[in-house]
C-alpha cells in the first residue's frame, strides 16, 4: 500500500479541500436543468425533485457508519475507488437516459460521495495536529459552503450552452481530476489501522445517539439546511416559469442563495464565543419575521428581486443556525469524533431530505408565498425544538 509523504503536504491539503464541496456539487450542479430533465424523462417536477432525495438518503445513511468502515480498512484505497466509481456513475447517466436507472444511480453516487468526504476528513486528523488542525477543521464548513454556492451558478451556464447532461459530464471529469491528485500525492495516513468490532461501534452509537442535545440537535440541523433545499428543488420552477427567465438566471439565484448560507456561516464563526441557545433563538426568531413578512408581501408583488432579497435574508440565518450546531455536535464527544461526525453529517441529510421532499410534495411550491409558507413550518419546527433543548439545559 502506497503511504502518506509530508513532503506533499500542502498539495495533498488542497486535494482534499478539493474533495470537500463534493456533497454539494452533485447536489446542486444540475437544479437549473430540472425543467428540462422534466420534459426528457418525461415525469412530474417531484420525480425529477425525487433524484435529489435518493441521493441525500443513500448519503445521510452511508455517513452513518462510514466513520468505522474508514476507521477499520484505511481512507486511501476507499477514496481511489470511490472516485472512480463515481465518475463512472456520472458518464452512465449522461448516456443512459433512464428514470429508474437515474435513481439507481443517484443512490449510488449518495454511498460513494459520504465515503469520499469521511475519509478526506479523516485525512486532515490524520496529518495536522494542535493549532494547525484546529484551523484547518475551521475551513472545512467555509470550503463545504462553496460547493452550494458555485454548483447552481456553473450548472446554469452548462445547462445553458450544452444541455442538462453536461452537468453529470463536468462531475465526471471533476472526479478523474481529483482521482489523479489523489493517487500522485496522497497515500494511506492512518497510523493505526483499528480493528471492526461491532459490539463496540455498537456501544459508541448508542452513546453519541442517546444524548438528547445532540439528537434533537440533527433535527434542528436537518430542519435549518431543508429551508435551503426547498429552495433549490423549486427554484427553477419559480423562476423560469413563473418568471420565464432562462436556465443562466436561475444560476445567478442559487448563487445569491448560496451566499447567503456563506455569509451565515462566517457570521457565526465569528460569533463562537457568544452564549449558544442565546445565538439559535435570535436566528429563529429572524427566520420566523421574515417568513411572515414574505408571505404577505408576495400576496401583493410578484418580482424576482424581492424574492431573492427575502431568500438570501432566509438563508443567512439559515447558514448561522446549522454553523453554530454542526459546530456544537462535531465536538460534543472528542473521544468518538469519527462517529460523531458521521452520525452529524449523516442524521441531518437524513431528516433534511425527509422534511424538503415532504414539504415539495404537500405544498406546490410556485411562487414567492408558496415558499415562505414551507420556510414558516421549517422556522416552526425548530421553534419547538429549542423550547425542548432550553428544557434539557443546552448549554447556554
Same mark, same amino acid.
Given at each position: 500500500? #502506497?503511504?502518506? $509523504?509530508? #513532503?506533499? &503536504? ?40 425525487? %433524484? ?13 457508519? /462510514? ?22 456513475? $456520472? ?6 437516459? $433512464? ?20 475519509? #478526506?476528513? /479523516? ?10 488542525? #484546529? ?52 497515500? &494511506?495516513? =492512518? ?6 468490532? =461491532? ?11 442517546? %444524548? ?20 433549490? =428543488? ?5 423562476? &423560469? ?57 408576495? =400576496? ?22 446549522? $454553523? ?27 431528516? %433534511? ?28 419546527? %425548530? ?14
Amino acid at each position: 500500500m #502506497k503511504l502518506y $509523504n509530508n #513532503k506533499y &503536504e500542502k498539495i495533498s491539503t488542497v486535494s482534499t479541500f478539493v474533495l470537500v464541496p463534493l456533497s454539494g456539487l452533485v447536489t446542486d450542479i444540475y437544479i437549473p436543468s430540472f425543467p428540462e430533465m422534466q420534459s426528457v424523462f418525461q415525469t412530474s417536477a417531484a420525480g425529477i425533485q425525487f %433524484t435529489l432525495s435518493c441521493f441525500l438518503i443513500s448519503y445521510g445513511i452511508t455517513m452513518f457508519v /462510514a466513520g468505522s468502515i474508514v476507521d477499520s480498512f484505511g481512507r486511501y484505497k476507499i477514496v481511489l475507488g470511490a472516485l472512480l466509481l463515481f465518475a463512472l456513475s $456520472n458518464f452512465s447517466i449522461a448516456y443512459m437516459q $433512464n428514470l429508474y436507472f437515474l435513481y439507481i444511480v443517484r443512490i449510488l453516487q449518495g454511498i460513494l460521495t459520504a465515503l469520499i468526504v469521511v475519509a #478526506k476528513r /479523516a485525512f486532515l486528523v490524520d496529518i495536522y495536529t494542535g493549532e494547525k488542525l #484546529k484551523h484547518y477543521m475551521g475551513l472545512l464548513s467555509v470550503v463545504w459552503a462553496l460547493g452550494p454556492i458555485t454548483a447552481p451558478f456553473l450548472g446554469g451556464y452548462l445547462q445553458s450552452y450544452w444541455g442538462w447532461t453536461s452537468n453529470f459530464i463536468f462531475l465526471g471529469l471533476y472526479a478523474l481530476l481529483s482521482f489523479m491528485l489523489e493517487y500522485r500525492y496522497c497515500g &494511506e495516513a =492512518m497510523r493505526h489501522i483499528q480493528a471492526f468490532r =461491532m459490539s463496540a461501534v455498537v456501544r459508541n452509537y448508542r452513546k453519541v445517539l442517546g %444524548t438528547p442535545d445532540f439528537s434533537l440537535g440533527l433535527f434542528v440541523l436537518g430542519a435549518t439546511y431543508a429551508m435551503v433545499l426547498i429552495f433549490g =428543488m423549486t427554484a427553477p420552477f419559480i423562476i &423560469e416559469e413563473q418568471f420565464h427567465f432562462s436556465s443562466v438566471v436561475t444560476g445567478y439565484c442559487a448563487l445569491i442563495s448560496g451566499l447567503g448560507l456563506f455569509t451565515g456561516g462566517m457570521v457565526a464563526k465569528r460569533l463562537t464565543s457568544r452564549p449558544l441557545l442565546t445565538k439559535l433563538r435570535i436566528a429563529n426568531f429572524s427566520q420566523c419575521f421574515i417568513a411572515l413578512f414574505m408571505f404577505l408581501v408576495g =400576496m401583493f408583488t410578484a418580482d424576482i428581486y424581492v424574492l431573492m432579497l427575502f431568500v438570501f435574508s432566509m438563508h443567512v440565518c439559515s447558514g448561522f443556525m446549522y $454553523n453554530v450546531y454542526f459546530t456544537f455536535c462535531l465536538t460534543r464527544f472528542p473521544q468518538n469524533a469519527g462517529i460523531s461526525s458521521g452520525i452529524t453529517s449523516g442524521g441531518s441529510y437524513l431528516i %433534511t431530505s425527509v422534511l424538503s421532499y415532504g414539504m415539495v410534495s404537500l405544498v406546490k411550491v410556485s411562487n414567492q408565498s408558496t415558499l415562505a409558507i414551507c420556510y414558516f413550518v421549517m422556522a416552526s419546527l %425548530t421553534f419547538a425544538l429549542l423550547i425542548v433543548l432550553r428544557r434539557i439545559r443546552l448549554p447556554v
